[in-house]
């Protein structure tokens, strides 16, 4: 039951953000109600059996090393609250049209070693930013118009990742090492000719080289769950089954904070703003959605290169040239007939999450809007060129289309994971240009999505940095 206390501040939404949001309120001492629409908390955040009993899949998000290493998350107490993590024996994998499966290594000298030639290249993309991680973390997980605490290594960053990924591939020479820079550019949902594609590369593969790429074990939900735990130890609230469509639905708070899209705050803004910012908000961009797939399997995934069982996650779509055309092919909205599919195979770390001897599969591939439920079986193909047979281990599959997406979170329009489009100018003006997004022109009422910066990914730092500016607003404190 509600506490007959009164709300300091309510957070609408219990995504990765807004538990985020309500957890950096509760700390400073507020007492904060979150209110969820659906009965599970964590949206993109959350695990279910999809397919059949005993197998658990993560409903959005399966892989976070954004989550591990977020400032926020490690500054919490959460492994207290029966979070622990799982990290598998490599990072990522990448496949090659061969079948062959490029294996990128925590350790930054032994993937240099392995990449031969590119090695020494390898390591200068890497090695400075690999050094400094939490000081690149500190200012990329941030608003951007804000100053840089590491300006050094800022620069640093911004010099390969402001220019496109395909421009900044051209110091790799062999195939190998350009496919893995390809497989992690093309994380960012954008052609890789698209400027600052290839900070998406130098972050994810800095983490790799850090803090690994790991994930819950038992679910990406044991982490929202987690947060709800420590949110509710803190003496916070959370409802759920409680539907937010206009300011008549929310309780009396001196803060509203909205884990949720653009289009949603414009409804619960009213008439209270003027037509500018409501044209802004109404202007805002969506990359491609995508088309998602989980599998119930009855063995591991039988790659033709043995070696991929070493790792999480795995990039398929062949070499660079093949990634930037299928994504570019996207964008033109174009289905790819070999796309760039991005798997997890989190069961050969974290057996409890299928019945004994069996296993899980998460895969997904980009599509342009509108793309049918059959389109599942190009993405397939793509799966059993590299692993012969895997269509024999299947017990059962689950799609997702994008249309289910958003109707698991107003936050993935269209199908977009990350929350909106992420190009340079997508992350300048998320979703207004403004040293603080956050706010709006109503006071004490806050936008904490992955609709604000820094963007897409499981890290909180949308809710933590929105709240932060709620607390310095309406209740004076810092």
């Known amino acids: 039951m509600p506490s007959p206390r009164p709300l300091d501040a309510v957070v609408v939404g219990a995504g990765p953000n807004g538990l985020a949001a309500a957890v950096t309120l509760a700390r400073a001492g507020l007492h904060v109600r979150v209110l969820e629409r659906r009965e599970q908390i964590g949206g993109g955040l959350s695990s279910a059996e999809l397919t059949l009993p005993g197998f658990v899949h993560d409903v ?18 959460l492994h207290a ?66 100053l840089p605490r590491h300006p050094l290594t800022l620069a640093r960053f911004g010099l390969r990742g402001v220019p496109p990924a395909s421009l900044s591939a051209r110091l790799l020479r062999t195939r190998a090492a350009r496919a893995a820079w390809a497989g992690l550019a093309a994380h960012a949902n954008l052609p890789l000719s698209t400027p600052g594609t290839g900070a998406a590369a130098l972050v994810l593969g800095s983490l790799a080289h850090t803090v690994g790429w790991p994930f819950p074990r038992d679910g990406a939900q044991a982490l929202a769950d987690a947060l709800a735990a420590y949110l509710r130890f803190l003496g916070g609230e959370i409802e759920t089954g409680v539907e937010v469509r206009s300011p008549g639905d929310l309780p009396p708070a001196r803060a509203v904070l909205v884990d949720s899209s653009p289009g949603v705050l414009l409804d619960l803004l009213g008439d209270r703003v003027t037509p500018g910012y409501r044209a802004w908000l109404r202007r805002y961009r969506y990359g491609p959605g995508l088309l998602k797939l989980d599998y119930a399997l009855s063995g591991p995934v039988p790659w033709r290169d043995s070696f991929l069982c070493r790792a999480g996650t795995v990039h398929l779509g062949g070499t660079l040239e093949d990634i930037a055309r299928a994504e570019a092919e996207v964008a033109r909205e174009v289905t790819p007939e070999r796309p760039y599919v991005l798997a997890a195979q989190q069961t050969l770390f974290d057996p409890s999450r299928a019945p004994k001897g069996q296993h899980t599969f998460w895969a997904y591939a980009h599509v342009p809007p509108g793309t049918p439920d059959s389109y599942a079986g190009t993405i397939e193909a793509q799966i059993e060129r590299a692993a012969p047979g895997f269509r024999d281990l299947v017990l059962a599959r689950r799609i997702t289309n994008a249309r289910q997406l958003q109707a698991l979170s107003p936050v993935f329009q269209g199908g977009d994971v990350n929350g909106g489009r992420g190009d340079l100018w997508g992350l300048l003006a998320r979703p207004v240009p403004s040293p603080t997004p956050y706010r709006t022109p109503v006071p004490g009422l806050y936008l904490c999505s992955s609709a604000t910066p820094p963007g897409g990914g499981i890290h909180g730092m949308c809710g933590y940095w929105a709240a932060r500016a709620a607390l310095q607003d309406v209740f004076g404190l810092e």
Not at 61 to 77: M, Q, T, V, Y
Not at 123 to 145: E, H, K, N, S, T
């Open 60 to 77: 959005g998000s399966a892989i976070h090393p954004l989550g591990f290493a977020s400032p926020a998350f490690r500054e919490w107490p």
């Open 81 to 146: 609250f029966g979070l622990t993590w799982v990290q598998p024996d490599a990072p990522f994998a990448h496949v090659l049209p061969d079948g062959t499966g490029v294996v990128v290594e925590r350790d930054l000298d032994v993937t240099a070693r392995n990449f031969g030639v590119d090695g020494a290249a390898w390591r200068a993309l890497f090695g400075p930013l690999v050094a400094q991680w939490r000081g690149l973390l500190d200012d990329v997980l941030r608003p951007l118009p804000r």
